[in-house]
C-alpha cells in the first residue's frame, strides 16, 4: 500500500468543514452537511463490500472453494468501483485538494520506503511470541525448522489453497483499498487527519458484524458464545497476535504459512 498521509490528506486536514472561511472558499456545502456526506459515503462502502460477499446464493458454508471463488469476483468488482465513490463525493462536497485522485488515496513515490517498511516492522513484531512459542514447543531443531517453512513446496501449496489466498492476498488488498485508501480521503475533511486514522477501523470492524449471522446460520457458535468471545477480544485488544497451535513433527511445520494464515479470518 501507498503512503497514506501525503500532501494531499494534509491538505484535506487542513480544509476541514467546520472552519467556515475554508468551506465557503471552496464553495462546497456547510459543515455539517459535508460531515454527513462523508459519513454516508464511508457507510456506503461498507455496506457495499459486505453486501456483495452475498449477492450469491449458496448453502454451502463461506470456506468452501466455490463460495470463495464467487466472493472473489464480487469483491473486486466493488473494490474496483470504490474510487468514483471518493469522485461522487468530492463533487457532492466540493472539496478540491489540488491533488489527483491516486495521490489522494495514496498511491505515490513520496515516502514509500517508510510506508512499506514500518507496517512490516510492525508486524514482525506482532509476530515475534507466537514464533517464540512455536520455536520452544517443537521438539525438532531450529535448522529442520526452517528448512521446512522455506521449502518451495510448502509455499507453492499455499500458493493453490483458496482460504490461503482469501486471506493474504484478496481480503488484505481489498480491504486496503475500500476501507483505508478510500476512507480517508473523505473522513479526513470533517474530523481531521488524526482522528480518521482511529475513525476508519470503526467502519472495518462494524463491517465485521456479518460473520456473526453466519456463525449462527450453520450453527457453528451460539449467541452467548460469540457475544462472549466479542467481550474477550475487547478487553484483550483487536491487536493481539494469535496463539499457534504446537507442532510435534517436522511434517506439520510444512503447514506453517496456511497455520499463520488462519490466524485472522478475513471478510471474503
Same mark, same amino acid.
Given at each position: 500500500?501507498?503512503?497514506?498521509? /501525503?500532501?494531499? !490528506?494534509?491538505? =484535506?486536514?487542513?480544509? #476541514?468543514? @467546520?472552519?467556515?472561511?475554508?468551506? &465557503?472558499? +471552496? ?70 485538494? /489540488?491533488?489527483? !485522485?491516486?495521490? =489522494?488515496?495514496?498511491? #505515490?513515490? @513520496?515516502?514509500?520506503?517508510?510506508? &512499506?517498511? +514500518? ?73 481531521? !487527519? ?39 477480544a475487547c478487553r484483550c485488544g483487536h491487536s493481539r497476535p494469535p496463539r499457534l497451535q504446537r507442532s ?21
Open positions: 500500500m501507498a503512503a497514506l498521509g /501525503g500532501d494531499g !490528506l494534509r491538505l =484535506l486536514s487542513v480544509s #476541514r468543514p @467546520e472552519r467556515q472561511p475554508e468551506s &465557503a472558499a +471552496l464553495g462546497g456545502p456547510g459543515p455539517g452537511l459535508c460531515c454527513w456526506v462523508s459519513v454516508f459515503s464511508c457507510l456506503s462502502l461498507a455496506c457495499s463490500y459486505v453486501g456483495s460477499l452475498y449477492v450469491w446464493k449458496s448453502e454451502l458454508p463461506r470456506d468452501h472453494p466455490a463460495v470463495i471463488k464467487r466472493r472473489f469476483t464480487s469483491v473486486l468488482v466493488v473494490s474496483s468501483l470504490s474510487p468514483l465513490c471518493v469522485l461522487l463525493w468530492r463533487e457532492l462536497t466540493g472539496i478540491q485538494p /489540488g491533488t489527483s !485522485l491516486l495521490t =489522494l488515496m495514496g498511491f #505515490r513515490l @513520496e515516502g514509500i520506503f517508510p510506508a &512499506a517498511l +514500518l507496517p512490516l516492522l510492525l508486524t514482525m513484531i506482532l509476530f515475534l511470541g507466537p514464533l517464540m512459542q512455536l520455536s520452544m514447543d517443537c521438539p525438532c531443531d531450529l535448522a529442520d525448522r526452517l528448512k521446512v517453512v522455506l521449502a518451495p513446496r510448502s509455499w507453492a501449496r499455499c500458493l493453490t489453497d483458496m482460504r490461503w489466498l482469501r486471506n493474504q492476498v484478496i481480503a488484505p488488498l481489498t480491504e486496503e483499498l475500500v476501507f483505508r485508501a478510500c476512507m480517508l480521503p473523505m473522513l479526513a475533511p470533517c474530523t481531521g !487527519l488524526g482522528p480518521a486514522v482511529f475513525t476508519c477501523p470503526l467502519f472495518f470492524g462494524v463491517a465485521h458484524f456479518h460473520h456473526i449471522f453466519e456463525q449462527l446460520r450453520f450453527r457453528q457458535s451460539s449467541v452467548g458464545s460469540i457475544f462472549l468471545s466479542a467481550g474477550r510435534s513433527s517436522p511434517t506439520q511445520l510444512s503447514s506453517v504459512p496456511t497455520l499463520l494464515s488462519s490466524s485472522f479470518a478475513q471478510d471474503t
